[in-house]
């Protein structure tokens, strides 16, 4: 990878509601929007842009990514390049904004395209799972016809075992052929875990995602699950990674959590290397908070992908899912 000249540049940014189309429900929240920040890096020539949504659970929200943006303008505008960035910055919504900026202003202004400054793969459709909420049966049955073009279905859990498994009997019973992963989002406790995968298993779910609290992965330690565990809300960044990663099976990846697509790029490397399966997921932002996902999707075996699906205001949304899968053409982002 390479970075831009040290040339200065004009940073701007915005706030964009990001209004869902209904209310979404998991374990401990309900979201009506994301907000989430838009910024610019412009040479004269080129305009960059990337979005970010923050971290809800450590309140990186727009106010936070607004001051942690603010810090960093003067060194931006006077010449500090995307890798400065990552010491100037810790991980997080702002410097995921920012990366992803300089990420495309770098393919437009060496005419390339990010998969080739990343060195993945030529962009291919990929399967992505759409998510349901942590809703109650009946309500799940009702969504269910709008999914029946999901080859793989995501299931909010609520961390209540009991009406959890109603909620994957209910998804199991109307697609016995999809593919499905339920995201617990720190619902459960260890004492959980046991009934908790022997439900998933006789419901053929596929995987568990985040099923404990944000440091309690050491009970984790020596449990043995015949349904792989994903990190989520437990891994933010590269070196959370190094730390905890052997807990787990599979890594998911977002942008907003390690603070770009530089970071995820090193974290892939890494989690592969650790033996991982590597997942990609979004903070359910637009079309261009997906794009550089979408980069980094190529190297996953797990995509989780399906935010601008659940957008109020996306109008590009519809362009890029097709059949379960999902394509960000090159040219929405960077060079073509």
Same mark, same amino acid.
């Given at each position: ?41 412009g ?7 990337g ?6 659970? *450590? ?40 990366d ?23 962009p ?15 309500? *799940? ?26 909620r ?122 997906t794009a ?24 590009l ?20």
């Amino acid at each position: 990878m390479t970075t831009a000249s040290r040339t200065a540049l004009k940073l701007s940014y915005r706030c964009d509601p990001m209004r869902m189309k209904e209310p979404f429900r998991i374990s401990g929240y309900l979201f009506e929007g994301i907000p989430a920040v838009i910024a610019t890096l412009g040479d004269g020539r080129h305009q960059g842009r990337g979005e970010a949504a923050g971290i809800y659970y *450590l309140n990186d929200d727009y106010p936070h990514m607004e001051s942690e943006i603010e810090r960093v303008r003067d060194a931006i505008e006077q010449g500090a390049d995307r890798r400065a960035l990552q010491k100037l910055l810790p991980s997080g919504g702002a410097r995921n904004a920012l990366d992803c900026a300089f990420w495309e202003l770098e393919s437009l202004q060496q005419k390339r395209p990010v998969w080739e400054l990343a060195q993945v793969s030529w962009p291919r459709p990929l399967v992505t799972t759409f998510t349901l909420p942590a809703e109650d049966p009946a309500y *799940l049955q009702a969504r269910l016809p709008g999914f029946a073009h999901a080859r793989a279905i995501k299931l909010k859990l609520s961390g209540d075992l009991a009406a959890d498994a109603a909620r994957v009997e209910t998804v199991r019973r109307a697609r016995p052929d999809a593919w499905i992963g339920v995201d617990a989002n720190q619902g459960f406790t260890s004492n959980d875990l046991d009934a908790l995968v022997a439900m998933l298993v006789a419901q053929r779910v596929s995987l568990l995602e985040q099923p404990l609290r944000r440091g309690d992965e050491e009970a984790l330690r020596g449990w043995r699950s015949p349904v792989p565990v994903a990190a989520d809300e437990s891994i933010l960044n590269l070196e959370e990674l190094e730390q905890l990663g052997e807990l787990f099976q599979v890594m998911n990846i977002k942008l907003d959590k390690c603070g770009g697509l530089t970071e995820a790029l090193a974290m892939a490397a890494l989690a592969k290397r650790m033996g991982l399966q590597l997942m990609v997921g979004n903070m359910a932002g637009s079309t261009l908070s997906t794009a550089p996902a979408f980069v980094l999707a190529q190297l996953c075996q797990l995509v989780d992908l399906d935010g601008p699906s659940s957008l109020a205001d996306d109008p590009l949304a519809y362009s890029i899912y097709e059949d379960g899968m999902i394509m960000v053409p090159a040219a929405y982002w960077g060079h073509p």
